[in-house]
């Protein structure tokens, strides 16, 4: 059977694990943002940004314990609603 000392640690390694590669979606996302080279490519690549925030948030704020950064990210999350609504509706205004 398996103390809690070891549950502990092996979910922190998951979690750091899980951290890393959305630290590195975030910067595939930021470099295909920045090349584009449509405004469908550079949109996807905010929406994936904002949800990789989202997700970074919550795994920090499992790793610090600090619930503060649960709130941070439901922000986040409904900022990046708002966005995709006012994005596509300008999009759907220039057709």
């Keep these: 059977m398996m103390s809690g000392d070891t549950s502990t640690s ?8 899980a951290l890393n590669l959305l ?4 910067l595939i996302g ?4 920045w090349l584009g ?15 990789g925030g989202v997700a970074i ?18 922000v986040l999350a409904l900022l990046a ?3 995709t609504v006012a994005l596509t509706q300008s999009e759907s205004n220039h057709d």
């Excluded at 790793?63 to 990210?73: G, K, T």
């Design 23 to 26: 630290l590195f979606s975030l």
């Design 30 to 33: 930021l470099i295909r943002a």
């Design 81 to 83: 609603v708002v966005g």
């Design 37 to 51: 080279p449509s405004v469908a490519d550079r949109f996807s690549a905010v929406l994936l940004m904002g949800t």
């Design 57 to 74: 948030l919550f795994i920090l704020a499992i790793l610090l314990q600090v619930s503060a950064l649960y709130d941070v990210a439901l």
């Design 10 to 17: 092996i979910l922190t390694i998951a979690l750091l694990i």
